[in-house]
């Protein structure tokens, strides 16, 4: 399972979000709060920034290595000031089946659209799955398919919903894609009798507008077999948490959303980046989640997802 | 305060009306005196939960931190009654920050001394747990009002009556699989399979209503594979307040404190479910032998978290709408508000 995070809001510095506060995104490689298990599969982040030049187009950056040694992202994270980011750290199970490559590292983002998509969560017996979903995506988006995860899939499936992928998206449109590839989804796991919990906590994002799934399929079914869970799993809900406000600060040695009267900061992640969660609160299952960013003015709506 | 004192304290408090002298005498024990001047913390929110406080005189707010440094009041506390009492059930840490409105003195019952009473089977520490039982019902009892209220003073929504399903055993495969479930984390393997015999296993198709709010509960139900959401609704709302999943149990606050069960239960998804019927549930809170213990025992861990997740939901529900409050057929948002 990933660790992941959105921002969108005032201007931050990436560091303060990446590496600041005490249970910070680059800290849960090995020390997340609410999953046991090392992320070492690799990091991605895709920022906006009103400097930025070409300012649809995010800056993306993915590597394969660890954050937590990458000089180089410290040092970026330390200069770049951004409106919007996503940022992902991926996990992956501790075997030789798995592919590390840059190709496999979230956030995804083709060429030619600003819109991106992380993904937190597995889909069960993809490899069954996978090309049933060609006929709802797009040829000229299949092609450009690199990797060998479900998430970029997922990704095609996506954007593949879009009447226009290249152009901008209102937050109804990204919605809507989203609710659509998540029932697409649930038809090809019927059609292949796939009926095993599968977590698919999504976060589409393209500079303007968030949005965070908390989902998933068959929750609480886990494979007959499979001890993992029960030894070391807590049954709980793959989490999604929030905190909003003015600004992302450091108030005396906290990390706080400051309250400015009115909403203009978001952060959605997988888990609170403070060990203190008390300023956070958790998105509730099945639910999707829109923080869309429109005259310094933060909006945020949730509904109950069913596909 | 001397060990007498904090006797008669403890003897005055309503939680422990009722016990006999060597159960209080137990207690009076390991309780030590604490006193807070106006405007002083008790204990604060994310701190360890060291201990249960009784207190004696003054009062104390208990508040609970939402983004953009805003505050939920939760509770006014005041002589004879206890906070904190989830320290002593469960541990873990403190859900809620509790501050001296005016100058406040009692007893603090720490933690470990009581673990320590506990553990030596003192019947005072029994006796205790049964009533900590009882305060975290009223508890969960009083936030789901708190819940409820919220969405509004509305009649509830009319629903069909609960599915009743044909009852059969559980499979040999099902055991197996129970036998790692949370709920039975403590339970030695011949207690496990001796419940696990008992227990009567029924299936749900998503959707199908198990419990409703109002009536009263026949069952404890224990999830075995899928998830039952519990819920609060409204004519227009409704409110999950939380998804068992395995291991997780549910429709049982009224067969312990014989209310009408507080909300809806329902598959979310197809559910497998473990039914263990009223007669023998009340019969296993109240024995006194070592299954009748940890059967207690799991029951209040699972109290516990659902006060915990009763807790949380509220703070999203305060923080609409990502409470998700709205049913999902209506697909009516509003402004998140700072």
Same mark, same amino acid.
């Given at each position: 399972?990933?660790? #992941?995070?959105?921002?969108?809001?005032?201007?931050?510095?990436?560091?303060?979000?990446?590496?600041?506060?005490?249970?910070?995104?680059?800290?849960?490689?090995?020390?997340?709060?609410?999953?046991?298990?090392?992320?070492?599969?690799?990091?991605?982040?895709?920022? /906006?920034?009103?400097?930025?030049?070409?300012?649809?187009?995010?800056?993306?950056?993915?590597?394969?290595?660890?954050?937590?040694?990458?000089?180089?992202?410290?040092?970026?994270?330390?200069?770049?000031?951004?409106?919007?980011?996503?940022?992902?750290?991926?996990?992956?199970?501790?075997?030789?089946?798995?592919?590390?490559?840059?190709?496999?590292?979230?956030?995804?983002?083709? &060429?030619?659209?600003?819109? #991106?998509?992380?993904?937190?969560?597995?889909?069960?017996?993809?490899?069954?799955?996978?090309?049933?979903?060609?006929?709802?995506?797009?040829?000229?988006?299949?092609?450009?398919?690199?990797?060998?995860?479900?998430?970029?899939?997922?990704?095609?499936?996506?954007?593949?919903?879009?009447?226009?992928?290249?152009?901008?998206?209102?937050? &109804?449109?990204?919605?809507?894609?989203?609710?659509?590839?998540?029932?697409?989804?649930? &038809?090809?796991?019927?059609?292949?009798?796939?009926?095993?919990?599968?977590?698919?906590?999504?976060?589409?994002?393209?500079?303007?507008?968030?949005?965070?799934?908390?989902?998933?399929?068959?929750?609480?079914?886990?494979? &007959?077999?499979?001890?993992?869970?029960?030894?070391?799993?807590?049954?709980?809900?793959?989490?999604?948490?929030?905190?909003?406000?003015?600004?992302?600060?450091?108030?005396?040695?906290?990390?706080?959303?400051?309250?400015?009267?009115?909403?203009?900061?978001?952060?959605?992640?997988?888990?609170?980046?403070?060990?203190?969660?008390?300023? /956070?609160?958790?998105?509730?299952?099945?639910?999707?989640?829109?923080?869309?960013?429109?005259?310094?003015?933060?909006?945020?709506?949730?509904?109950?997802? #069913? #596909? | 305060?001397?060990?007498?004192? *904090?006797?008669?304290?403890?003897?005055?408090?309503?939680?422990?009306? =009722?016990?006999?002298?060597?159960?209080?005498?137990?207690?009076?024990?390991?309780?030590?005196?604490?006193?807070?001047?106006?405007?002083?913390?008790?204990?604060?929110?994310?701190?360890?939960?060291?201990?249960?406080?009784?207190?004696?005189?003054?009062?104390?707010?208990?508040?609970?931190?939402?983004?953009?440094?805003?505050?939920? +009041?939760?509770?006014?506390?005041?002589?004879? @009654?206890?906070? =904190?009492?989830?320290?002593?059930?469960?541990?873990?840490?403190?859900?809620?920050?509790?501050?001296?409105?005016?100058?406040?003195? =009692?007893?603090?019952?720490?933690?470990?001394?009581?673990?320590?009473?506990? *553990?030596?089977?003192?019947?005072?520490?029994?006796?205790?747990?049964?009533?900590?039982?009882?305060?975290?019902?009223?508890?969960?009892?009083?936030?789901?009002?708190?819940?409820?209220?919220?969405?509004?003073?509305?009649?509830?929504?009319?629903?069909?009556?609960?599915?009743?399903? @044909?009852?059969?055993?559980?499979?040999?495969?099902?055991?197996?699989?129970?036998?790692?479930?949370?709920?039975? +984390?403590?339970?030695?393997?011949?207690?496990?399979?001796?419940?696990?015999?008992?227990? =009567?296993?029924?299936?749900?198709?998503?959707?199908?209503?198990?419990?409703?709010?109002?009536?009263?509960?026949?069952?404890?139900?224990?999830?075995?594979?899928?998830? $039952?959401?519990?819920?609060?609704?409204?004519?227009?709302?409704?409110?999950?307040?939380?998804?068992?999943?395995?291991?997780?149990?549910?429709?049982? %606050?009224?067969?312990?404190?014989?209310?009408?069960?507080?909300?809806?239960?329902?598959?979310?998804?197809?559910?497998?479910? %473990?039914?263990?019927?009223?007669?023998?549930?009340? @019969?296993?809170? $109240?024995?006194?032998?070592?299954?009748?213990?940890?059967?207690?025992?799991? $029951?209040?861990?699972?109290? $516990?978290?659902?006060?915990?997740?009763?807790?949380?939901?509220? *703070?999203?529900?305060?923080?609409?709408?990502? +409470?998700?409050?709205?049913? *999902?057929?209506?697909?009516?948002?509003?402004?998140?508000?700072?």
């Amino acid at each position: 399972m990933c660790r #992941v995070l959105a921002y969108l809001g005032r201007p931050v510095l990436i560091d303060d979000l990446l590496y600041g506060p005490d249970s910070s995104l680059v800290s849960q490689v090995y020390d997340a709060e609410l999953y046991a298990y090392l992320n070492l599969g690799g990091f991605g982040l895709a920022a /906006w920034g009103a400097g930025f030049a070409g300012p649809d187009a995010p800056l993306h950056y993915r590597t394969p290595s660890l954050p937590t040694f990458d000089r180089n992202l410290r040092s970026l994270s330390r200069k770049l000031t951004v409106s919007a980011v996503v940022a992902h750290i991926r996990g992956v199970p501790y075997d030789e089946s798995q592919t590390l490559s840059v190709h496999n590292v979230h956030p995804f983002r083709f &060429e030619g659209t600003s819109v #991106v998509l992380a993904m937190n969560g597995t889909l069960s017996r993809f490899g069954e799955m996978r090309y049933d979903l060609l006929g709802h995506i797009r040829p000229d988006i299949a092609r450009r398919i690199e990797g060998t995860t479900d998430s970029e899939w997922v990704y095609a499936l996506l954007l593949s919903q879009l009447s226009d992928p290249a152009a901008p998206s209102t937050p &109804e449109q990204l919605e809507r894609a989203t609710e659509t590839a998540l029932r697409i989804l649930r &038809e090809v796991r019927g059609r292949h009798g796939v009926n095993t919990e599968s977590d698919v906590n999504l976060v589409v994002a393209d500079g303007r507008t968030i949005i965070a799934t908390r989902f998933a399929y068959d929750y609480g079914w886990y494979p &007959e077999e499979e001890t993992y869970y029960s030894k070391r799993r807590r049954y709980d809900f793959t989490s999604l948490w929030c905190t909003a406000g003015r600004d992302y600060v450091c108030r005396e040695g906290e990390w706080v959303m400051r309250n400015g009267g009115r909403l203009e900061s978001v952060i959605v992640a997988s888990e609170p980046i403070t060990k203190d969660s008390s300023t /956070w609160v958790e998105v509730p299952e099945y639910a999707m989640m829109t923080a869309s960013l429109g005259d310094g003015i933060v909006r945020i709506t949730a509904r109950e997802l #069913v #596909v | 305060m001397s060990a007498a004192s *904090a006797d008669e304290l403890l003897a005055t408090a309503p939680l422990f009306a =009722g016990l006999g002298s060597e159960e209080l005498a137990d207690l009076a024990r390991v309780a030590q005196p604490f006193r807070r001047l106006a405007g002083e913390l008790l204990f604060q929110q994310g701190e360890p939960a060291d201990g249960l406080y009784v207190v004696e005189s003054g009062r104390l707010e208990s508040v609970a931190r939402l983004p953009a440094e805003r505050e939920l +009041s939760l509770a006014a506390i005041g002589p004879g @009654e206890v906070i =904190g009492e989830l320290a002593l059930l469960s541990g873990g840490t403190r859900t809620a920050t509790v501050r001296a409105l005016e100058a406040t003195a =009692g007893v603090v019952i720490e933690r470990r001394a009581f673990d320590s009473l506990r *553990a030596s089977l003192r019947p005072g520490a029994r006796a205790m747990m049964r009533r900590l039982c009882g305060v975290v019902c009223d508890r969960l009892r009083r936030r789901y009002a708190t819940i409820g209220r919220r969405l509004g003073e509305d009649e509830e929504r009319a629903r069909p009556p609960p599915v009743r399903p @044909e009852m059969d055993a559980v499979t040999e495969t099902e055991r197996r699989y129970a036998s790692r479930l949370p709920f039975f +984390s403590r339970f030695p393997a011949g207690d496990v399979e001796r419940l696990l015999t008992e227990l =009567g296993r029924l299936e749900l198709a998503r959707g199908d209503l198990l419990v409703r709010a109002g009536d009263r509960p026949d069952a404890l139900y224990l999830t075995l594979r899928g998830g $039952v959401e519990a819920t609060i609704e409204r004519r227009d709302r409704k409110q999950r307040v939380r998804l068992a999943g395995p291991g997780t149990a549910c429709a049982y %606050l009224g067969l312990i404190d014989e209310g009408p069960g507080p909300v809806d239960c329902r598959a979310r998804e197809r559910a497998v479910l %473990l039914a263990s019927p009223r007669a023998r549930v009340r @019969e296993l809170l $109240v024995a006194n032998d070592p299954l009748a213990h940890r059967f207690l025992d799991a $029951v209040q861990q699972d109290l $516990v978290q659902a006060l915990r997740d009763a807790e949380r939901r509220q *703070a999203t529900l305060i923080s609409a709408p990502l +409470s998700c409050s709205v049913a *999902a057929a209506d697909a009516q948002r509003k402004a998140f508000a700072p």
